[in-house]
């Protein structure tokens, strides 16, 4: 059965910092893994995709790493904002499930200080 | 283009009363994904509608059942509400065999 742990549950940063979440899955038979964002009470925001044939993703101050051998993911943000202030979830597709089937970690809640 | 729309925004339920929440799908989108998060936690797959049809289900009880309606919009029954329903729900859309799920802003349901 496919779990998905993160680490820390919380961090707390000055602005400026550059900062890493960390992802472990223990089936490494993944499609690919996500990172999403979630604002305190809100929906999720998406924030990077990467494919099992991947070994990284950017998009603008983040960046993401995929290590399937070793059942890893980490989010990379650089120059942290009080902006960033909120939780980062990443999510698997759920093995043999349909595309929709996403399985979470608790997530990471992330607080940047002025 | 409107993202994923979910209705309403909160409610707040007796035990036992039945809910109904409602998803309009990103635009293009055919496919909806149902989620449950409890506070602190990630969420949760409740179930899947493609072409009017529950595709897959997590491990929900029946009291959780679902619709999808020509226009790919969908609902979310409850029935028997338990004080461990309450929680935000969460629906994603996406295109049927892409990945890239996107949610709404959730329906935060309070059972008292």
């Known amino acids: 059965k496919q779990e998905v742990t993160q680490i820390p549950a919380a961090l707390s940063v000055p602005e400026g910092e550059n900062l890493v979440l960390n992802c472990s899955f223990t089936?490494?038979?993944?499609?690919?893994l996500q990172w999403f964002r979630q604002d305190p009470g809100k929906g999720l925001t998406s924030l990077l995709l990467i494919q099992s044939s991947q070994r990284e993703q950017t998009s603008g101050r983040l960046n993401a790493s995929l290590d399937k051998s070793s059942g890893r993911s980490t989010l990379y943000i650089a120059a942290s904002q009080p902006g960033d202030s909120a939780t980062y979830l990443c999510?698997?597709?759920?093995?043999?499930?349909?595309?929709?089937?996403?399985?979470f970690g608790k997530g990471t809640k992330l607080s940047v200080k002025p | 283009d409107a993202g994923v729309t979910q209705s309403p925004t909160h409610l707040i339920k007796t035990r036992g009363q039945q809910v109904t929440l409602r998803c309009s799908p990103k635009s293009g989108h055919d496919t909806v994904s149902w989620y449950q998060q409890a506070l602190g936690q990630g969420p949760q797959f409740i179930f899947q509608?493609?072409?009017?049809?529950?595709?897959q289900r997590g491990n929900f009880p029946d009291r959780f059942s679902g619709h999808q309606f020509p226009n790919y919009s969908s609902e979310l029954n409850v029935n028997a509400l338990l004080l461990g329903d309450s929680a935000l729900y969460l629906c994603?859309?996406?295109?049927?065999?892409?990945?890239?799920?996107?949610f709404g802003p959730g329906t935060r349901l309070t059972v008292t």
């Open positions: 089936d490494s038979a993944i499609y690919n």
């Open positions: 509608y493609y072409e009017e049809e529950e595709r």
């Open positions: 994603a859309s996406s295109l049927d065999r892409t990945y890239e799920q996107y």
């Open positions: 999510a698997v597709p759920n093995y043999g499930g349909s595309q929709g089937n996403l399985i």
